[in-house]
């Protein structure tokens, strides 16, 4: 059975976890969670692939590329998500289905992180769990794998 992809998407700063601001983001750095969520999707036979760039033009283009590469996208747009109507266009140009993670609880924090670009147009959100957020997001990925399997 050839192996699902899915594309694991991280905004800027995210590659300082583990050393920002660890009450709000804990301590597991991005190299650590990345390697936990690739056992992971080894377990449910996805081929998990993971970008990180604090440069909103090089998610834009790792987002265009994708398209017909990848099943699902699981994002976490940090800063950008509350600023980029251009990552928006992205997503839905390449019309892959994504689910918008955040560490933190948005809605808990100061008013403008309130306001997400992405969330009326992704497949689900996931906020304020911590990381497990994004290990939530590759279970619910994997199970609509399955399902449009029995589809097909």
């Keep these: ?13 995210l590659n300082l976890l583990g050393k920002r601001e660890t009450k ?3 301590k597991t750095t991005l190299k650590k969670l990345v390697k936990k969520l690739k056992k992971k999707a080894n377990v449910f036979k996805i081929n998990l692939k993971t970008f990180q760039s604090n ?3 090089k998610l834009i283009e790792k987002i265009q590329i994708s398209k017909n590469l990848v099943k699902y996208i699981i994002i976490n747009a940090s800063a950008y998500t509350h600023t980029s109507i251009a990552l928006r266009d992205a997503l839905l140009s ?6 918008e993670v955040h560490i933190s609880n948005i809605y808990s924090r100061e008013n403008f992180r309130a306001n997400s670009w ?9 906020c304020g769990l911590g990381t ?5 997001a590759l279970d ?8 449009n399997k029995n589809n097909c």
């Excluded at 992405?118 to 497949?123: G, T, V």
């Design 1 to 13: 059975m050839k192996k699902k992809t899915v594309l694991l998407i991280n905004g800027p700063n």
């Design 24 to 26: 709000i983001y804990g």
């Design 118 to 126: 992405l969330s009326d147009i992704s497949s689900g959100i996931i």
């Design 55 to 57: 440069s909103e033009s």
């Design 94 to 99: 390449v019309k892959i289905p994504f689910i």
């Design 140 to 147: 619910a990925i994997n199970e609509k794998i399955i399902k």
């Design 132 to 136: 497990k957020g994004y290990f939530l």
